[in-house]
């Protein structure tokens, strides 16, 4: 082709002499026009999209003009004068001389092909002729709004397409990143959601099928103020039935169970948790306690002390595992109701109803009554169970995100429990995982009230792995041979969070092996799973902390309250507490400086990659400006802000600063 053209995101107009060079903006319209409508055009439609502020006459005349300095530039590229063609009253541009990328899209986005709709999503660069502007001419700028919209929405029918032909296949990791990229420029798609959840399901992610879920209604509240379709709601609670199908943690195929990676560098800890399970034929009831950051692995801690648990030949304890819902669950009390028919039997058979009290009786009496069945019913299911002294092991995942009714019931049962246990019935041990991060005031009064219980109480505080533990990992997964500089790349990527180093083990362990040594941070991806839970965490921030955060991961690592509070325009008493709320959800961290800089490297990530060019380019203006009166040894700084806010005349000032305070270092 003399002639190809590329409009799917920044323009590239390539001939046969190299790149086409037009100074002026009127014949690139006019030549982009032609190339989409791919037909004929009347010179009075023309004239009236470029120069409809004209009369009628003046206006065809400068049509004449653009079309002779059209032909001109084209030609002086080696195109030939009849590539825009002239017959009467109508122009038209020759299709058989140029090759337009947003006709091919169009031809491959309509059919059911897998490879067809890759393809045509391969030509995806942006959106329709992105940063093109021309001034003057709204007839033109309403056109080409049409077109664009047009056209994202024919990426989108052709996203959720080919999501849907990759789901039938079971690939799942493409349906993962197909659906992220179809949420991410349509947030409010419940088909691309659901498929996100069934993918994550399917690879065993089963903590971000609920965030994922979470997510979901997030998002459908904060702007239609609705809940997802019943269809999406029942279907998810089916997925979240099937995690939880293994009747009985002590079964014999329950030692079968694989794991997606090595467990290493929690000796200590289990050491404890185990021995508390040892111990708890001598104590009526015991609780644990497992804290940490998202991804530290709590729950992992907790199926590998379970079990050994389960794995002894006599004597076992009977083990209900549950996990608590962020999102209000269908019913009250759904994780107890899910612990209790978690082994085999049905929640109506399992899990007792509430009666009907008098008018007369109050309400915190009918609800405690209402407990002292769940408790009574959970512990005659221990002794039912028989095994060691009646031991009855309940695990709740997820403490932080549990309902209200869950929440007030606990300390009851937990208190019951106890003094059951000590009038002759079976021991309890309670284990359950909370985030370090934000917990909401209800979780963290429950909890207070457990260990107001005068019983023991193990609180653990699960911290990242360390070096010893990260080389063990990366060497088991990928091989004895790795070499040091890798494993220490891994680490310094995953901050020893083990929920990120497994996924960087993962999409390494897919790649050739020659594709993993020598690699470097810079070439090193975001696996998907790793983004989707960070951004799900940024999801349920307020918007006023999103916005804060938006302009930390701007600012960089060493984040002071000043150019924080100027880059993200909000006063100095409101900045205070959206770092603060910032803090608690784990997105920001204090420094022993006095600043503040990011809980973990990739939040940072995230959040910039999440920012549009234009929202980037403001934020970088701000930071450039905030920090322009800052000692001169941040000149590069500012240089660096002012560069990516493309403000000239500060980065040429910022420039000659940072020469000078070089100079002045090498002198």
Not at 475 to 490: A, I
Request: glycine share 6%.
């Amino acid at each position: 082709m003399l002639l190809t053209l590329r409009l799917l995101g920044p323009y590239e107009i390539l001939t046969a002499n190299g790149p086409l060079r037009c100074p002026r903006r009127q014949p690139l319209a006019l030549l982009f026009y032609l190339a989409l409508v791919q037909q004929p055009v009347a010179r009075d439609t023309l004239a009236l999209l470029l120069f409809a502020e004209s009369d009628d006459t003046l206006a065809r005349q400068r049509l004449r003009r653009l079309l002779h300095d059209l032909r001109q530039t084209l030609r002086a590229h080696g195109c030939p004068p009849e590539i825009v063609a002239a017959q009467g009253e109508f122009i038209t541009l020759d299709p058989t001389y140029c090759a337009v990328d947003v006709a091919q899209f169009r031809t491959q986005a309509r059919t059911n092909d897998t490879d067809a709709l890759a393809a045509a999503l391969a030509l995806w660069r942006g959106p329709l002729l992105e940063g093109f502007v021309l001034a003057g001419a709204a007839e033109f700028d309403l056109w080409m709004c049409g077109e664009r919209e047009r056209l994202e929405l024919a990426r989108q029918a052709a996203l959720a397409q080919l999501i849907d032909t990759l789901a039938a296949r079971a690939a799942w990791p493409d349906v993962i990143a197909h659906a992220q990229t179809l949420l991410a420029a349509d947030p409010l798609r419940e088909d691309a959601h659901l498929r996100l959840i069934e993918a994550y399901a399917a690879q065993g992610q089963h903590s971000l099928v609920l965030r994922q879920y979470d997510a979901l209604c997030e998002v459908l509240r904060r702007e239609l103020d609705v809940e997802p379709l019943p269809e999406t709601q029942a279907r998810v609670a089916e997925i979240v039935r099937e995690r939880q199908a293994p009747p009985r943690i002590s079964a014999p195929h329950t030692a079968e169970r694989t794991v997606a990676a090595p467990f290493v560098g929690r000796e200590y800890e289990c050491g404890l948790l185990r021995d508390l399970i040892k111990q708890a034929a001598q104590e009526p009831l015991q609780i644990a306690c497992i804290r940490g950051s998202s991804g530290v692995g709590k729950t992992r801690l907790l199926d590998e002390v379970l079990a050994a648990a389960a794995g002894g030949e006599r004597d076992q304890p009977l083990v209900l595992r549950t996990a608590c819902y962020s999102n209000p669950p269908p019913n009250p009390y759904q994780p107890l109701a899910d612990a209790l028919c978690s082994q085999g039997a049905s929640r109506a058979n399992a899990f007792p109803r509430p009666a009907r009290h008098a008018a007369d009786t109050p309400a915190e009496a009918a609800e405690q009554q209402f407990w002292e069945k769940i408790a009574t019913t959970f512990q005659r299911r221990a002794m039912v169970a028989g095994g060691s002294a009646s031991l009855l092991i309940l695990a709740l995942d997820d403490l932080h995100a549990a309902d209200a009714a869950t929440l007030r019931a606990l300390p009851y049962l937990a208190r019951r429990w106890r003094d059951q246990a000590t009038a002759g019935a079976g021991h309890v041990l309670l284990f359950v995982t909370m985030a370090a991060e934000e917990r909401p005031a209800p979780v963290e009064a429950a909890f207070r009230r457990l260990a107001g219980l005068r019983v023991p109480l193990l609180e653990l505080d699960l911290q990242p792995l360390g070096t010893d533990a990260v080389r063990a990992l990366v060497r088991t997964t990928l091989g004895e041979n790795q070499s040091e500089e890798l494993c220490d790349l891994l680490e310094q990527e995953s901050e020893g969070n083990p929920f990120f180093l497994v996924e960087l083990l993962r999409m390494l362990d897919q790649q050739a092996q020659s594709a993993v040594v020598g690699i470097k941070a810079a070439t090193l991806p975001l696996p998907p799973s790793v983004r989707a839970a960070i951004e799900e965490r940024v999801l349920h921030l307020p918007v006023a902390a999103r916005y804060v955060a938006e302009a930390a991961a701007v600012l960089g690592h060493e984040i002071e309250l000043e150019p924080l509070r100027f880059v993200a325009n909000v006063g100095e008493n409101n900045l205070v507490g959206l770092v603060e709320r910032l803090e608690r959800a784990g997105v920001l961290a204090a420094t022993p400086r006095g600043s503040y800089g990011f809980a973990h490297g990739k939040i940072q990530a995230v959040l910039y990659d999440r920012l549009s060019v234009a929202r980037r380019r403001l934020l970088h203006r701000r930071a450039a400006q905030a920090l322009a009166n800052d000692p001169p040894s941040m000149a590069a700084l500012v240089l660096a802000h002012a560069q990516q806010g493309q403000q000239w005349d500060v980065a040429f000032d910022a420039a000659r600063n940072a020469a000078a305070a070089a100079r002045q270092v090498a002198a």
